[in-house]
């Protein structure tokens, strides 16, 4: 049981670029997140997911896209990466149906625009 | 608006003495809270959480966290700090019902353990 695993853990684009980050999970969650980190914010919500096929706006959107195609997996796209974009990237993913409510992790991905 | 304040950017314990780290949060109705930690270039890891009963929770690495209602505080402890627990630690809330089950996210309390 890997849990939420996140490729690549590193990554620098250059400005205009555009990459995408991949969180998959083996837990049969169907709620998934993908947050941003910067330095003294704490974690801002991007977009999240509440099963496959459905897909929801954070808190700063504005700038990424994702899908969901399968319960496991729930890619971040990035089109057109700006210096903005600087940040690591953590996916997450909770059950509710537990009763339990805490969000599981990966590790992160450590992006840099240039 | 739902809000958490985590209110010192810092803390700094010596090792063998007791720790805490802040919490506060504005929710509307009872509360969901949570603590995360966060080692160097890691992922956030769960410490515990309340969601209802006894006010004091007990979670993994032997820390706590008091739920007290009147004063919207979740603070978490420890008895005796180790130089290990030198971390960054988040403290998180949700309130109950909506279909996303979000998590409002204070800024993060660096811990510096010197022994």
């Known amino acids: 049981n890997a849990g939420v695993t996140q490729t690549p853990k590193f990554r620098i684009l250059k400005i205009g670029q555009s990459m995408t980050l991949q969180c998959t999970q083996d837990?049969?969650?169907?709620?998934m997140y993908w947050y941003r980190q910067d330095p003294g914010m704490g974690l801002k919500l991007i977009y999240y997911?509440?099963?496959?096929?459905?897909?929801d706006k954070g808190e700063v959107p504005n700038g990424y896209n994702v899908s969901r195609s399968t319960t496991e997996d729930f890619p971040l796209r990035l089109e057109l990466a700006a210096p903005s974009q600087t940040s690591v990237y953590f996916c997450?993913?909770?059950?509710?149906?537990?009763?339990?409510?805490?969000?599981?992790f990966g590790p992160g991905t450590r992006l840099t625009v240039t | 608006a739902q809000s958490v304040a985590q209110p010192e950017d810092q803390v700094n314990v010596a090792e063998g003495n007791p720790l805490t780290v802040k919490c506060t949060y504005s929710?509307?109705?009872?509360?969901?809270l949570f603590w995360y930690v966060q080692y160097p270039n890691r992922g956030l890891q769960f410490l515990l959480k309340?969601?209802?009963?006894d006010n004091l929770v007990k979670g993994s690495y032997g820390f706590e966290a008091e739920f007290n209602k009147s004063q919207t505080s979740f603070h978490l402890k420890k008895p005796s700090a180790l130089v290990s627990d030198s971390a960054l630690y988040f403290c998180?809330?949700?309130?109950?019902?909506?279909?996303?089950?979000?998590?409002?996210w204070g800024a993060g309390t660096k811990l510096i353990i010197k022994p």
């Open positions: 998180a809330v949700r309130a109950p019902g909506g279909s996303n089950y979000q998590l409002i």
């Open positions: 309340y969601i209802t009963g």
């Open positions: 929710v509307s109705g009872n509360p969901y």
């Open positions: 997911s509440v099963g496959a096929g459905i897909t």
């Open positions: 837990m049969n969650h169907n709620y």
């Open positions: 997450a993913s909770t059950d509710p149906t537990s009763y339990s409510y805490e969000q599981y």
